[in-house]
């Protein structure tokens, strides 16, 4: 049924199931009527549906039949007038009104209000009085909002007070300690902020305390350690803070990038709920009392400039899951106790600039699936020990310049499934063992400078589906196991400057539906056995600068959709057997300057699938500026060059040769040639 546009205001005032009001656009000026209530507000330009008639640019106010809203959303808008007579009005959430300053006093009488929400209302400065029903109260970027007031205490029912990223707010009142209900009190981004009142210790219900980013925050209150329900706090990125009373029903505690705090409190160990810790300080030790920590389950230790080494005592924390240590550049050793973490599932050690070994005891954390060692780069070799990690599922090691060996253990690692070895520049070899890693899905050996081969062993792995190697210069080729990798899918060749061959063996890898071989600047040429490979998809050959020809033979890859050639200098025709690929559906082919001409079979490919030729400084058939024009006008040109025809005319016409004036078929050759119009050649 169509409905003119006068009818719409009376149509939405017959909604009176309606629970949930949306208020999107800019606001019109209201149209007198005796019998308004609240306004409504117009779309803005080109959000109306086009099947609904437009409203009018200035919409009469509802109904009092929508007294019954409980939730209205305000986007960008400013608010309506009738606010305060919207009874049953249990979620308010305000959006981007940059000018609002205030709230309008009426909402204090709504009785039924629950939560006020508002987002991105920059000018926002103060807040009603009333509002004693609310249980949430969440102001998010209002950062013009300097302070709170004391009637704040008021708010009994008040369970979630979220003030995020209110850059002006300096304060915050000392009635906040009457809000005996209050369960989350979130203050991240309060970068003024400098202190919290003392009447924080009187929040009984207090469990989430969020401080993250108070750049200018030097210490919370010491009744703050009263709080006997306080589970979670979070002092991230507080660089001021120079102390930290003891909390210890603490669940989770995160003190990164704390820069001023000196020390922990020595009795932390007395905080035996505490699963969660995140650690910068600048002492030269953790206390001893950390072992304590029995419940402890994941501990992170990021930037501690000033620590030599961890507490013994750490071998007691027997539910840790998760050790990270990031940017600690003074610790040189990791205690032999780490080994007693039976439950430990993820090592990782990141950027520890003086640590040079690992401990023996590693191979004894019997659950121990992650091993990540990454930028530890005085860190010479591997324990042997590392071969009994049963569990080990994914080793990452790198960079680490001083690395000279991995051990031959490496191969008892019977269900590892990722091998990262990166930016190892002083390792010359991989270990034969390489080839016992039976479950190995996934080899990536990545800027090994001093890497002379691989070893043949490479060839057992049968259940590698993805093998990178790349930045490897001193590497001369792979080896002829190669062909073996039978379950292998994505083979990827990346700044091998030595590697002059790619092995026969290339043929055999049946599953191979990705080749990339990427700045291998010293590679001739690829095997005629490429053709081999009937599960190929994509080719990638990109600034091969030796490269002098591709294999007829690719002729044969059936199941080939992308070939993209790019920057192989060298390279000086393409292979006529180009048009025999049925599946191709992109051939892009650029910064081939030494390219002179393109072969005829490019006819047989479809138009789309001539992706782009761009860059060929060399090439002469067909001309550049007939290329340039796109592929149908290329197409265009080799049809008309290559008329089976016209060889045929050419060679009855040389037999002819002695004849006074050329023969007819010569004749018709010239004319086709001399003088036909422009256009059949276009």
Same mark, same amino acid.
């Given at each position: ?7 719409? +205001? ?43 008639p437009r409203p009018p640019e200035t919409m009469p106010r509802l109904r009092p039949r929508l007294h019954r809203i409980r939730t209205l959303f305000v986007f960008s808008v400013r608010l309506p007038k009738g606010l305060g007579k919207l009874a049953s009005l249990e979620t308010l959430n305000i959006r981007n009104y940059h000018t609002l300053t205030e709230l309008p006093e009426a909402l204090g009488g709504l009785e039924l209000l629950r939560a006020i929400e508002i987002r991105d209302c920059y000018a926002l400065k103060r807040l009603p009085p009333g509002l004693r029903q609310l249980t949430r109260l969440d102001l998010d970027s209002c950062i013009e909002l300097t302070a709170l007031p004391e009637s704040l205490g008021e708010l009994q029912a008040l369970r979630m007070l979220r003030l995020v990223h209110s850059h002006a707010l300096s304060r915050l009142p000392e009635s906040l300690g009457q809000l005996a209900s209050l369960e989350t009190l979130d203050l991240r981004g309060c970068s003024a902020l400098t202190r919290l009142p003392e009447s924080l210790g009187q929040l009984a219900a207090l469990q989430d305390l969020n401080l993250n980013s108070c750049h200018r925050l030097t210490a919370l209150p010491e009744p703050v350690s009263g709080l006997s329900l306080l589970t979670a706090l979070d002092l ?314 591709? +294999? ?131």
């Amino acid at each position: 049924m169509d409905y003119e546009t006068h009818d719409l +205001p009376g149509l939405l005032a017959k909604l009176t199931a309606l629970q949930v009001l949306t208020v999107d656009g800019s606001l019109g000026r209201s149209a007198p009527d005796d019998n308004v209530t609240y306004e409504l507000v117009s779309h803005p330009p080109g959000s109306w549906p086009r099947r609904l008639p437009r409203p009018p640019e200035t919409m009469p106010r509802l109904r009092p039949r929508l007294h019954r809203i409980r939730t209205l959303f305000v986007f960008s808008v400013r608010l309506p007038k009738g606010l305060g007579k919207l009874a049953s009005l249990e979620t308010l959430n305000i959006r981007n009104y940059h000018t609002l300053t205030e709230l309008p006093e009426a909402l204090g009488g709504l009785e039924l209000l629950r939560a006020i929400e508002i987002r991105d209302c920059y000018a926002l400065k103060r807040l009603p009085p009333g509002l004693r029903q609310l249980t949430r109260l969440d102001l998010d970027s209002c950062i013009e909002l300097t302070a709170l007031p004391e009637s704040l205490g008021e708010l009994q029912a008040l369970r979630m007070l979220r003030l995020v990223h209110s850059h002006a707010l300096s304060r915050l009142p000392e009635s906040l300690g009457q809000l005996a209900s209050l369960e989350t009190l979130d203050l991240r981004g309060c970068s003024a902020l400098t202190r919290l009142p003392e009447s924080l210790g009187q929040l009984a219900a207090l469990q989430d305390l969020n401080l993250n980013s108070c750049h200018r925050l030097t210490a919370l209150p010491e009744p703050v350690s009263g709080l006997s329900l306080l589970t979670a706090l979070d002092l991230f990125a507080c660089p001021a803070l120079t102390r930290l009373p003891l909390v210890e029903t603490l669940s989770a505690l995160d003190l990164r990038w704390c820069s001023a705090l000196a020390e922990l409190p020595a009795q932390m160990g007395r905080m035996t709920a505490l699963t969660t810790l995140k650690l910068t300080v600048m002492a030269a030790r953790l206390p001893d009392s950390l072992g304590d920590l029995t419940m402890l389950d994941t501990l992170e230790l990021d930037s501690c400039d000033g620590l030599t080494e961890l507490p013994e005592t750490m071998g007691g924390l027997a539910m840790l899951t998760q050790l990270t240590v990031q940017r600690c550049n003074a610790l040189i050793r990791l205690p032999e106790p780490l080994g007693h973490l039976p439950k430990l599932t993820l090592l990782d050690l990141m950027s520890c600039g003086a640590l040079t070994a690992l401990p023996v005891s590693l191979g004894r954390l019997a659950a121990l699936t992650s091993l990540r060692i990454n930028g530890c780069e005085m860190v010479t070799a591997l324990p042997e020990s590392l071969g009994q990690l049963a569990m080990l599922l994914q080793l990452r090691v790198g960079p680490a310049n001083a690395l000279v060996m991995i051990p031959g253990s490496l191969g008892q690692l019977t269900v590892l499934t990722v091998l990262n070895i990166f930016g190892c520049w002083a390792l010359t070899r991989l270990p034969e063992s390489l080839g016992q890693l039976a479950a190995l899905t996934t080899l990536h050996i990545s800027y090994c400078g001093a890497l002379l081969g691989l070893p043949e062993t490479l060839g057992r792995l049968g259940r590698l589906d993805t093998f990178c190697i790349s930045g490897c210069t001193t590497l001369a080729g792979l080896p002829a196991s190669l062909g073996q990798l039978a379950a292998l899918t994505k083979l990827s060749l990346d700044n091998c400057h030595a590697v002059t061959v790619l092995p026969e063996s290339l043929g055999q890898l049946a599953a191979l539906r990705t080749l990339d071989v990427t700045y291998c600047s010293a590679l001739a040429a690829l095997p005629e056995s490429l053709g081999q490979l009937p599960s190929l998809h994509a080719l990638t050959l990109l600034a091969c600068h030796a490269l002098t020809r591709i +294999p007829d033979t690719v002729a044969r890859l059936t199941e080939l959709a992308v070939l993209d050639i790019n920057g192989c200098s060298a390279l000086t025709n393409l292979p006529e057997t180009l048009g025999g690929l049925a599946s191709l559906t992109m051939l892009r082919v650029r910064n081939c300057s030494g390219l002179t001409r393109l072969p005829f079979a490019l006819i047989e490919l479809y138009d789309d699938v001539l992706a782009g030729f761009s860059g060929l400084a060399a090439l002469v058939f067909p001309p550049r500026h007939v290329v340039a024009r796109g592929a149908v006008v290329m197409k265009h040109y080799l049809w008309d060059h290559h008329h089976p025809l016209k060889i045929l005319l050419l060679i009855m016409a040389g037999r002819r040769r002695r004849m006074r004036r050329p023969s007819n078929e010569l004749w018709l050759l010239i004319c086709d040639e001399y003088f036909t119009t422009p256009a059949s050649h276009s």
